[in-house]
Structures are given as structure tokens and as C-alpha cells.
């Protein structure tokens, strides 16, 4: 009851904020071709970093309102996400060196992204990952 | 840790949901400290203990 109850207020506020950013995006790189470089297009540009805060506002809430086993497992995942990241990160950092093409930080989170998502669903299956 | 919860709560006709509810933890939290995936924090086990009536150390327990 509590968990649905939990997901469902998750789902609103998650859903909404995304579809914020959404819109936001959208305007931000419609306008941002009708503006001079400068300023005030820079923020345009950064705006959807706004609903993105409200996306990660809604993901504590969420981690507050979950039961400790299930906010254990959630941050064992973002942990597992953001050292296999960083880890990737210092790699192709070394490898740019050696004349590798340089990627953008789009990529870095990419890798987050996907690697939080594996490893929430991969825990479903084997938590305790180690013991 | 070993437990006897999943026996305590089958003696009570309860479901998994059912604890759960009465935890106001989820199913799958339920579902992991039957089968000794997760070990509760101490307020968690102590709720068990309550809605049990049995001390904690007749529930939860190490392995001999």
C-alpha cells in the first residue's frame, strides 16, 4: 500500500518535472537560435537545468518516502553507477592523451545514466550484489 | 542473520503484502528479510518484534 502509494507520488512528480524540462528544452533551443552569443543566451542555453532540479528534487522526496531496504538499494545502485563512471572517465581521460577523440560531458553522464539503470534492475535480481 | 519470520507470519495467515502493510515497508523488503538477503536496521526489527509479540533474539538470530 505505502510502496504504490510512494510510486505514485513519485510517478507525478517525476512525470511532471520532466515534462517541464521538456518543454523547457524545447523553448530554450528554439530561442537560443534568435539570440546573440553572450549572457543572457548562456542562460537560456542552461535553463532546463530548472526543471532538471525539480527532477532531482523529486528523486529525494522518493528516497526519503521509500522503506531503508529499497533507499539502500536505490543508493547502492547511484554508488555502483558513479564509480564505474568516474572509472571511465579517467580512462578515456588517458586515452584522449594517447590521441583518442575527446568526448563531451553529455557522454560521461550517458554512461551514469545507463549503468544506474542496469545496476537498479541487476540488484532486483542478486542484492545482496556482494556479501 | 538467520529468522523464523516467514514462519511466524505463515502461522498467521498473513501474505507478504500483508506484513508489509502492517510494517509500512514494501513487499520486496519483506520478501528479502524472509529469504536472509537484508538483515533490518534496529527500529525495523524492533516493529517485527512488536507486531510479533516475541523478543527480538526469538526472531532474529545467528547461525550456530
Known amino acids: 500500500m505505502r510502496e504504490r502509494e510512494a510510486t505514485r507520488k513519485y510517478l507525478m512528480e517525476f512525470g511532471g518535472a520532466m515534462a517541464l ?37 523529486a528523486y529525494v522526496r522518493q528516497l526519503r518516502r521509500v522503506d531503508e531496504f529499497v533507499r539502500l538499494r536505490n543508493l547502492q545502485a547511484v554508488a555502483l553507477a558513479g564509480g564505474i563512471t568516474a572509472g571511465f572517465a579517467l580512462t578515456w581521460g588517458f586515452l584522449e592523451n594517447a590521441g583518442y577523440p575527446r568526448l563531451g560531458m553529455f557522454t560521461v553522464w550517458s554512461v551514469f545514466a545507463a549503468v544506474w539503470a542496469i545496476s537498479s534492475v541487476v540488484q532486483g535480481y542478486c542484492w545482496p550484489l556482494r556479501r | 542473520m538467520k529468522n523464523v519470520m516467514r514462519q511466524l507470519r505463515t502461522d498467521r495467515g498473513w501474505s507478504q503484502g500483508d506484513l508489509a502493510d502492517q510494517l509500512e515497508v514494501s513487499r520486496q523488503t519483506v520478501n528479502a528479510i524472509e529469504t536472509e538477503r537484508y538483515d533490518p536496521s534496529l527500529p525495523l526489527a524492533f516493529a517485527i518484534a512488536r507486531l510479533f509479540g516475541k523478543p527480538i533474539e526469538k526472531i532474529f538470530f545467528t547461525e550456530k
Open chain 1, 21 to 57: 524540462y521538456l518543454v523547457v528544452l524545447f523553448c530554450s533551443l528554439r530561442g537560443a537560435t534568435h539570440v546573440d552569443e553572450g549572457l543572457g543566451r548562456t542562460l537560456l542555453l542552461l535553463s532546463p537545468m530548472i526543471p532538471i532540479a525539480l527532477v532531482i528534487w
